[in-house]
């Protein structure tokens, strides 16, 4: 099992940044992916970044240029630094850890971005 804590979602103006930080866990296995996943009202979950424990990185094209996604391996933590926030990236952000033996998500924390 592994447990996944989400913090850092706030209230933010158009054009702001935030970053959100997640901790894992429990039964941390390499190698493995951690990545930050957002579903807005009335829409699916979408993938935001991810980043395996070995550095490598995706992005979705809504916000590359403007999110970094990083890791601590050594303290299980992976991080989400937004800049430049638009109305649009408001949503609930969940941080998701998987490897071979699973997928697990967090309870999600609320970023809002007013315009």
């Known amino acids: 099992q592994v447990q996944l804590v989400e913090s850092g979602g706030s209230l933010v103006q158009a054009g702001g940044s935030l970053t959100l930080s997640c901790a894992a866990s429990g039964s941390i296995f390499r190698p493995n992916v951690m990545g930050w996943y957002r579903q807005a009202p009335g829409k699916q979950r979408d993938v935001v970044a991810t980043m395996t424990n070995g550095g490598n990185t995706n992005y979705a094209d809504s916000v590359k240029g403007r999110f970094t996604i990083s890791r601590d391996n050594a303290k299980n933590m992976v991080y989400l630094q937004m800049n430049s926030l638009k109305p649009e990236d408001t949503a609930v952000y969940y941080c998701?850890?998987?490897?071979?033996?699973?997928?697990?998500w967090g309870q999600g924390t609320q970023v809002t971005v007013s315009s």
């Open positions: 998701q850890y998987s490897s071979r033996y699973g997928s697990y």
